[in-house]
């Protein structure tokens, strides 16, 4: 029988070294395997990244040059037709009635009114109609009619909260009165107020739960101007606080504030001639930020997130108009121009939509344009339809739904005459 040759510890050694460097090589391939793969998933990553980045900029700042009619219908509206955006479409408004119009341009309902100066606010699905210097209010909702009250004074203002309360600021020849009614048109809270005291009330605005009044007054005295802020609380905190349910108030002097406006439940913004003044009141008032202004004031606009204004560019030959957008701490998001005389002025949830004659321009909150261009004719109204690109137009005579495009503008849909 053969026997095995018995190996030295130096063959065991060479055996032992051959195998470990064969070990080695083979971890070190596959560590810089696995280290290649993982700087190329980095690089596909980033790439993905910056595509990703690109197609979002992409959809974010891209200008729409053109537009198609989806839709259009042949309409006949008065010189006396006033519009106001109301849920998805538009309420239209005359001295003898109302109509809501839905965003296809057919009218959901009628009613009649017997007005001289109507003026309409809307909150949610609500609008109040009131005849100023008369003694009407009409609450209406998407279904129509709710309820019309007859005002024992004068109507100086008025304004809606999201489930229909509305208060209204009456004037008699010595008090004025700042009443609070429910959807219904029954009497929730009276407040009197005289010139002498509290000054002339300038405007109104209601919070969306209807439990919250915030007033502006103004008082002349000695030639000079001071206009006061006062904030009223229906609810149980306005209860314990006095018999007035006054939680706050505010005093400016040469300062005239034409404007108050809860923009949701718990803020409210007080637009100044030299000051805007942003509040939050969840119960009670408190300062939350203030913008300084330069130039007067021409236009104001707003929706839950954000306030903007427009100034005249004086002493600027190339632009018309400046448009300033700020959020609610008081920091400028973005300012652009208006290069034309523009009537409308709308501010959507995530743009805003500037109209005048037959010119069309529309800012994202961001400061891009999403379309400038010619319209088809006089633009009474304009609102953005449930679709991204898709609007509402009011002209004189028709109502066309459109859907922007980057090429040229098409005709592709026949108008309808209106039933």
């Known amino acids: 029988m053969k026997r095995e040759k018995p190996r030295t510890k130096t063959e065991d050694n060479v055996i032992y070294m ?106 949610g699905r609500y609008v109040a109609i009131a005849d100023l210097s008369g003694n009407t209010v009409g609450v209406f909702n998407d279904e129509g009619p709710v309820s019309t009250v007859t005002m024992p004074y004068t109507i100086c203002d008025v304004d809606v909260a999201n489930q229909g309360a509305f208060a209204v600021v009456l004037e008699s020849e010595e008090t004025n009165y700042i009443n609070l009614y429910n959807k219904k048109g029954e009497i929730v809270y009276e407040i009197q107020t005289t010139i002498d005291k509290s000054g002339y009330p300038l405007d109104i605005s209601i919070s969306d739960d209807g439990k919250k009044l915030f007033t502006s007054y103004l008082n002349i005295e000695n030639s000079l101007a001071e206009n006061s802020l006062a904030a009223y609380n229906f609810g149980d905190v306005g209860q314990n606080s006095n018999a007035d349910r006054m939680v706050g108030g505010y005093k400016f002097e040469n300062e005239v504030i034409p404007k108050v406006e809860f923009i949701d439940n718990d803020t409210v913004v007080a637009f100044g001639t030299h000051t805007i003044t942003v509040y939050a009141m969840k119960e009670k008032p408190t300062d939350k930020a203030s913008i300084q202004l330069k130039e007067d004031i021409r236009s104001v606009f707003y929706n839950e997130k954000y306030i903007g204004i427009v100034q005249n560019c004086n002493g600027d030959d190339e632009h018309k108009y400046i448009v300033k957008v700020y959020n609610l701490n008081g920091n400028l998001e973005f300012d652009n121009y208006i290069d034309f005389d523009y009537n409308n002025i709308y501010a959507a949830e995530k743009e805003i939509i500037i109209t005048g004659g037959t010119n069309c321009l529309i800012y994202r909150t961001n400061g891009s344009v999403k379309y400038e261009g010619i319209m088809s004719g006089n633009i009474m109204s304009m609102v953005p339809n449930s679709n991204n690109l898709e609007y509402v137009v009011v002209y004189d005579d028709l109502t066309e739904t459109i859907k922007l495009k980057l090429g040229k503008t098409e005709q592709v849909a026949a108008p309808k005459e209106e039933e």
């Open 18 to 123: 051959e195998t470990s460097e064969e070990t080695k090589e083979a971890n070190d391939k596959k560590e810089q395997l696995t280290k290649n793969q993982k700087k190329a998933s980095y690089f596909l990553l980033v790439l993905i990244i910056i595509a990703v980045l690109f197609v979002v900029s992409f959809l974010l700042n891209k200008q729409y040059k053109g537009y198609k009619v989806v839709d259009s219908n042949v309409t006949d509206y008065e010189n006396t037709a006033n519009f106001v955006e109301f849920i998805s479409g538009l309420l239209k408004y005359t001295p003898d009635g109302v109509s809501y119009i839905d965003a296809n341009g057919n009218t959901v309902w009628s009613a009649g009114v017997d007005m001289k100066q109507p003026v309409a606010v809307v909150s």
